[in-house]
Each structure stands twice: as structure tokens, then as C-alpha cells.
């Protein structure tokens, strides 16, 4: 039997992408083994969750090293030490120096919450408000040098309503974000999804707009 592809997720917070990832697992829906859960925040409730799953964990704070190359560094190091094959960032907060990165890149992909290339980086709901945008969402892409910058796979969208503040309309991308992680890295595992030469490819073609998540899974 060919083994699963090996998976280390990488979060700073509550970690309820990662639950949704083993979850997926869990029911059969996600043919990985998660080999690491490492956090930059010894009290991240994705570390919590980890253990209870079963899945090594690792915390290793920032203030212990002289710049975030050095940190970076090795947390990537662990990382490999894991035998992970891929990397999944939920949540994870930091940007990532390009020379820890570089022997990675085209196997890390990130959840950021909003629709790239719009409102990279921090408050993506605020901005996604103030700017009067009819609609907002998720996307997941592969993670490059260039903060929230690399080839986006796949994107989750949702209409902004009246009613919809800050927190609101965090809350209700939520959901969507837990089915579209799990729908990309199941593509990533099955090997449908590629990178090659610096972008996405999907059943073989290149990428030329994000997939999206529908009622039944990526379409
Ligand atoms: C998620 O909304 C994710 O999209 C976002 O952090 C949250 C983590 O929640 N990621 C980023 O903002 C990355 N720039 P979680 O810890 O419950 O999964």
C-alpha cells in the first residue's frame, strides 16, 4: 500500500482550520497522516487540539532567537526533521524570511481570508467593509517570498450583507474556510493539484483562475 503524503500544519491561534483538517481526516474525506502541529505561541489552542488528536507537537517561541532568519531557520529545520512532505499554514501568523522558505516553495500552502490578490495581510474583514465590497471570502494559495503573494488555488466566496460587521462576517467566512482547506490539501494529497515552474496546475492545465468552492466541493 503507498503510504499517505505526510502533513505538518503550522498555527498561531485557536486552530479551528487544523480541527477542520483533522476532521476531514477523521471521517475518511482527507488521506493524510498529520506528522506535526508547531506553533510560535506555547498557549495556541492548535497545539491543544493537536495532542488531543494524537499528532506530535512542537513550540518554539521567536524570543529565543536573534531575528526571525534565525527562528525561521529552524523551525523549518523541524519541519523537515518531521519527514513531512507538505506544509499547511492555518493561522499561522508570521511572515516567513525567504531563505528558510526557499527550499519549500511549491510545497506550502496558506488560508488567508480574503479574496487575493485583495487585502493581503492583516484586518482582510475591516478593509473588505470599509472598501463597500459586494462580496468577501477565503483563498488558499501557495505560499512564495512575497507575503500572501503566490498563486492562488482556490477561493471561497461569500456575499457581504447589510447586517455584516468586523466580526460578523469573520464568523461567517468561518465555515467556509474549514471546507476549503481540506478541499485543497485533498487535491494537493491526490496529486490533481501541482506546482510546476512557479504556478498551480490542476488535472494536468495550468490554473488560469482560481478553482471555487461550491455546494459540492471545488469546482
Ligand atoms: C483564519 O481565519 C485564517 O484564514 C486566518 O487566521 C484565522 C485562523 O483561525 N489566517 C490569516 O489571517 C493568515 N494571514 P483558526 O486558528 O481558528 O484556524
Redesign the pocket.
Known amino acids: 500500500m503507498i503510504s499517505p503524503p505526510r502533513i505538518a500544519v503550522l498555527?498561531?491561534?485557536?486552530?479551528?482550520?487544523?480541527?477542520?483538517l483533522i476532521g476531514a481526516r477523521e471521517r475518511g474525506e482527507l488521506p493524510v497522516e498529520f506528522v506535526l502541529v508547531a506553533s510560535d505561541k506555547a498557549g495556541?489552542?492548535?497545539l491543544r487540539l493537536a495532542e488531543a488528536a494524537g499528532i506530535p507537537t512542537l513550540a518554539l517561541s521567536p524570543k529565543a532567537y536573534p531575528d526571525r532568519r534565525h527562528y525561521d531557520l529552524e523551525l523549518f529545520a523541524r519541519v523537515a526533521a518531521s519527514g513531512a512532505d507538505w506544509l499547511v499554514?492555518?493561522?499561522?501568523?508570521r511572515v516567513i524570511d525567504a531563505e528558510a522558505l526557499r527550499p519549500w516553495v511549491g510545497r506550502v500552502i496558506?488560508?488567508?481570508?480574503s479574496l487575493l490578490p485583495k487585502y493581503?495581510?492583516?484586518h482582510?474583514h475591516r478593509r473588505a467593509l470599509e472598501a463597500g465590497d459586494a462580496e468577501h471570502g477565503?483563498s488558499v494559495h501557495f505560499v512564495t517570498a512575497e507575503l500572501?503573494g503566490g498563486p492562488v488555488i482556490a477561493q471561497a466566496r461569500l456575499a457581504i450583507e447589510a447586517g455584516d460587521d468586523e466580526q460578523r462576517l469573520?464568523e461567517r467566512?468561518?465555515p467556509l474556510?474549514?471546507r476549503l482547506?481540506p478541499a485543497v490539501l485533498g487535491l494537493l494529497a491526490s496529486g490533481r493539484l501541482q506546482w510546476r515552474d512557479g504556478t498551480a496546475h490542476h488535472a494536468g492545465q495550468p490554473l488560469s483562475a482560481p478553482l471555487l468552492l461550491g455546494d459540492h466541493g471545488l469546482e
Open positions: 498555527a498561531s491561534g485557536r486552530g479551528s482550520n487544523l480541527a477542520a495556541a489552542g492548535a499554514l492555518a493561522g499561522f501568523m496558506n488560508i488567508h481570508p493581503r495581510g492583516l482582510t477565503a500572501d469573520a467566512l468561518l474556510e474549514h482547506l
